[in-house]
Protein backbone atom coordinates (compact mmCIF):
# COMPACT_ATOMS: atom_id res chain seq x y z
CA UNK A 1 0.00 0.00 0.00
CA UNK A 2 2.76 2.41 0.89
CA UNK A 3 4.10 1.86 -2.42
CA UNK A 4 1.09 2.58 -4.36
CA UNK A 5 0.80 5.64 -2.02
CA UNK A 6 4.41 6.63 -3.24
CA UNK A 7 3.88 5.91 -7.07
CA UNK A 8 0.27 8.16 -7.20
CA UNK A 9 1.95 11.26 -5.05
CA UNK A 10 4.89 10.93 -7.80
CA UNK A 11 2.43 10.64 -10.66
CA UNK A 12 0.17 13.75 -9.27
CA UNK A 13 3.98 15.46 -9.00
CA UNK A 14 4.50 15.31 -12.88
CA UNK A 15 1.52 15.57 -13.94
CA UNK A 16 1.57 19.34 -12.58
CA UNK A 17 5.36 20.14 -13.89
CA UNK A 18 4.14 18.33 -17.33
CA UNK A 19 1.10 21.04 -17.38
CA UNK A 20 1.17 23.96 -19.69
CA UNK A 21 1.91 26.87 -18.15
CA UNK A 22 0.97 30.06 -19.80
CA UNK A 23 3.06 33.35 -19.60
CA UNK A 24 2.27 36.18 -20.88
CA UNK A 25 4.35 37.91 -23.33
CA UNK A 26 5.47 41.98 -22.10
CA UNK A 27 5.62 44.23 -24.73
CA UNK A 28 7.45 47.10 -23.85
CA UNK A 29 6.96 50.35 -26.33
CA UNK A 30 10.14 51.89 -27.08
CA UNK A 31 11.01 54.97 -25.84
CA UNK A 32 13.47 57.28 -27.65
CA UNK A 33 14.92 60.03 -25.22
CA UNK A 34 16.37 62.03 -27.72
CA UNK A 35 14.98 64.85 -29.25
CA UNK A 36 16.58 66.16 -32.50
CA UNK A 37 17.06 69.79 -34.13
CA UNK A 38 14.98 68.76 -37.04
CA UNK A 39 12.14 67.10 -35.15
CA UNK A 40 12.14 70.67 -32.88
CA UNK A 41 12.38 72.79 -36.10
CA UNK A 42 8.90 70.67 -37.34
CA UNK A 43 7.27 72.18 -34.16
CA UNK A 44 4.73 74.75 -35.17
CA UNK A 45 3.80 78.02 -33.42
CA UNK A 46 3.83 81.76 -33.30
CA UNK A 47 7.42 83.31 -32.98
CA UNK A 48 7.55 86.55 -31.71
CA UNK A 49 10.59 88.34 -31.38
CA UNK A 50 11.43 91.58 -29.68
CA UNK A 51 11.06 95.16 -31.60
CA UNK A 52 13.54 97.14 -32.35
CA UNK A 53 12.68 99.96 -30.15
CA UNK A 54 12.90 97.48 -26.93
CA UNK A 55 16.27 96.03 -27.67
CA UNK A 56 17.51 99.32 -27.67
CA UNK A 57 16.01 99.69 -24.31
CA UNK A 58 16.70 96.62 -23.07
CA UNK A 59 20.38 96.42 -24.03
CA UNK A 60 22.21 96.54 -21.05
CA UNK A 61 19.97 94.21 -19.64
CA UNK A 62 22.72 91.19 -19.39
CA UNK A 63 20.45 88.47 -17.74
CA UNK A 64 17.82 88.92 -20.59
CA UNK A 65 20.64 88.22 -23.29
CA UNK A 66 21.91 85.28 -21.19
CA UNK A 67 18.16 83.65 -21.79
CA UNK A 68 17.75 84.56 -25.32
CA UNK A 69 20.62 82.48 -25.42
CA UNK A 70 19.68 79.83 -23.84
CA UNK A 71 16.53 79.88 -26.06
CA UNK A 72 18.47 80.04 -29.39
CA UNK A 73 19.99 77.07 -28.21
CA UNK A 74 16.90 75.51 -27.72
CA UNK A 75 15.21 76.27 -30.82
CA UNK A 76 18.47 75.22 -32.41
CA UNK A 77 17.82 71.73 -30.89
CA UNK A 78 20.54 71.90 -27.89
CA UNK A 79 18.54 70.99 -24.85
CA UNK A 80 21.95 70.62 -22.40
CA UNK A 81 20.73 73.41 -20.60
CA UNK A 82 17.63 71.84 -19.78
CA UNK A 83 19.44 68.77 -18.42
CA UNK A 84 21.13 69.98 -15.39
CA UNK A 85 20.01 71.00 -12.39
CA UNK A 86 16.82 72.99 -11.66
CA UNK A 87 18.67 75.75 -9.50
CA UNK A 88 20.01 77.08 -13.00
CA UNK A 89 16.75 77.56 -14.45
CA UNK A 90 15.86 79.05 -10.78
CA UNK A 91 18.87 81.57 -10.54
CA UNK A 92 19.05 82.81 -14.27
CA UNK A 93 15.39 83.48 -14.18
CA UNK A 94 15.25 85.35 -10.76
CA UNK A 95 18.35 86.80 -11.50
CA UNK A 96 16.75 88.27 -14.98
CA UNK A 97 13.53 89.43 -12.79
CA UNK A 98 15.30 91.24 -10.59
CA UNK A 99 16.91 92.97 -13.42
CA UNK A 100 13.96 94.16 -15.24
CA UNK A 101 14.37 97.56 -16.62
CA UNK A 102 12.08 100.30 -15.29
CA UNK A 103 10.84 100.89 -18.61
CA UNK A 104 9.66 97.13 -18.96
CA UNK A 105 8.93 96.18 -15.47
CA UNK A 106 4.83 95.55 -15.32
CA UNK A 107 3.05 92.94 -13.51
CA UNK A 108 1.38 91.12 -17.12
CA UNK A 109 5.47 91.21 -17.90
CA UNK A 110 6.27 89.46 -14.77
CA UNK A 111 3.68 87.18 -15.15
CA UNK A 112 4.82 86.13 -17.94
CA UNK A 113 8.54 85.23 -17.01
CA UNK A 114 6.90 83.28 -13.87
CA UNK A 115 5.18 81.40 -16.99
CA UNK A 116 8.40 80.85 -18.76
CA UNK A 117 9.58 79.72 -15.60
CA UNK A 118 6.93 76.95 -15.01
CA UNK A 119 7.31 76.10 -18.66
CA UNK A 120 11.30 75.69 -18.64
CA UNK A 121 11.24 73.81 -14.83
CA UNK A 122 8.97 70.69 -16.39
CA UNK A 123 10.94 70.94 -19.71
CA UNK A 124 13.99 70.13 -17.16
CA UNK A 125 11.88 67.66 -15.23
CA UNK A 126 10.31 65.60 -17.82
CA UNK A 127 13.91 65.45 -19.90
CA UNK A 128 15.74 64.10 -16.81
CA UNK A 129 13.18 61.36 -16.95
CA UNK A 130 14.25 58.44 -18.82
CA UNK A 131 10.78 57.13 -20.25
CA UNK A 132 9.12 59.88 -21.46
CA UNK A 133 7.86 59.11 -24.56
CA UNK A 134 9.22 61.86 -27.47
CA UNK A 135 5.91 63.39 -28.45
CA UNK A 136 5.76 64.32 -24.81
CA UNK A 137 8.85 65.54 -24.71
CA UNK A 138 8.45 67.78 -27.96
CA UNK A 139 5.54 69.41 -26.70
CA UNK A 140 7.27 70.59 -23.61
CA UNK A 141 9.68 72.14 -25.43
CA UNK A 142 7.09 73.66 -27.57
CA UNK A 143 5.14 74.57 -24.66
CA UNK A 144 8.26 76.06 -23.14
CA UNK A 145 9.04 77.80 -26.78
CA UNK A 146 5.52 79.25 -26.91
CA UNK A 147 5.99 80.74 -23.12
CA UNK A 148 9.31 82.46 -24.43
CA UNK A 149 7.05 83.81 -27.19
CA UNK A 150 4.47 85.04 -25.53
CA UNK A 151 7.07 86.71 -22.95
CA UNK A 152 8.63 88.54 -26.17
CA UNK A 153 4.93 89.42 -27.45
CA UNK A 154 3.55 90.94 -24.09
CA UNK A 155 6.77 93.14 -24.05
CA UNK A 156 5.99 94.63 -27.52
CA UNK A 157 2.35 95.47 -26.42
CA UNK A 158 3.54 97.55 -23.95
CA UNK A 159 5.71 99.34 -26.10
CA UNK A 160 2.94 99.54 -28.52
CA UNK A 161 0.84 100.73 -25.71
CA UNK A 162 2.93 103.26 -24.30
CA UNK A 163 3.42 104.82 -27.81
CA UNK A 164 0.19 105.52 -28.28
CA UNK A 165 -0.53 109.21 -27.59
CA UNK A 166 -4.33 108.82 -26.45
CA UNK A 167 -5.87 112.47 -25.46
CA UNK A 168 -8.08 111.81 -22.14
CA UNK A 169 -11.20 114.94 -22.54
Known amino acids: MKKITILLLCLGLWACNSSEKKE ?11 IFKDDILKLKYTDYVLDRKVESDIETWDKFKELEVVMSQLKSGDVSYFQGTSKSIETLLKEVVNGIPEVVNTPSIQARFLSLETK ?6 VLSLRDIPKEEQLQNVKETLIAYSNLNLQINKKYEKDSQNIEKP
Open 24 to 34: KEVVEEEVSPF
Open 120 to 125: MLKLQS
